[in-house]
């Protein structure tokens, strides 16, 4: 198959002309226009990227406002973690005066006791007459 087609244009000092080639046979395989186009997406490839697009935003969305929810509640968590810790060292300190208001008329009472006890035991040597 030889034909000739212009393809250069040569200017030059005697006048303009067209250089001529011939396209020779080659072994190449040469695909059509409508493959190598393929390399630019069609109407319906675009259409689903977009689609695609949409739903991946749909979805960043979805999983940004799940993010937030989960953050909000791992805050409640944590501030009801505090609370209850503060009501406990509340407690403790509570518990712990009780315990001190305890030992103390505990031993309120084991002194007025054991006082008791030896102002008996005082009279008693008296009344028998061994002071």
């Given amino acids: 198959m030889a034909a000739t087609v212009g393809r250069e244009f040569n200017g030059g000092g005697g006048g303009s002309r067209w250089a001529e080639e011939e396209w020779k046979e080659t072994s190449v395989v040469?695909?059509?226009?409508?493959?190598?186009?393929?390399?630019?997406?069609?109407?319906?490839?675009?259409d689903q990227l977009e689609n695609d697009g949409v739903i991946?935003?749909?979805?960043?969305?979805d999983i940004e406002e799940e993010n937030k929810q989960l953050v909000q509640k791992l805050n409640e968590m944590e501030n009801e973690i505090?609370?209850?810790?503060?009501?406990?060292?509340?407690?403790?300190?509570?518990?712990?005066?009780?315990?001190?208001?305890?030992?103390?008329?505990?031993?309120?009472?084991?002194?007025?006791?054991?006082?008791?006890?030896?102002?008996?035991?005082?009279?008693?040597?008296?009344?028998?007459?061994?002071?």
């Fill in 82 to 131: 505090k609370r209850r810790k503060s009501r406990k060292k509340e407690m403790q300190r509570a518990h712990q005066q009780d315990l001190r208001n305890r030992d103390r008329r505990e031993f309120i009472m084991l002194t007025v006791v054991a006082s008791c006890l030896i102002l008996y035991c005082v009279v008693a040597l008296f009344i028998r007459g061994f002071v």
């Fill in 30 to 46: 040469y695909y059509p226009t409508a493959t190598r186009g393929a390399a630019t997406p069609s109407k319906e490839t675009l």
């Fill in 56 to 61: 991946r935003s749909r979805n960043y969305r």
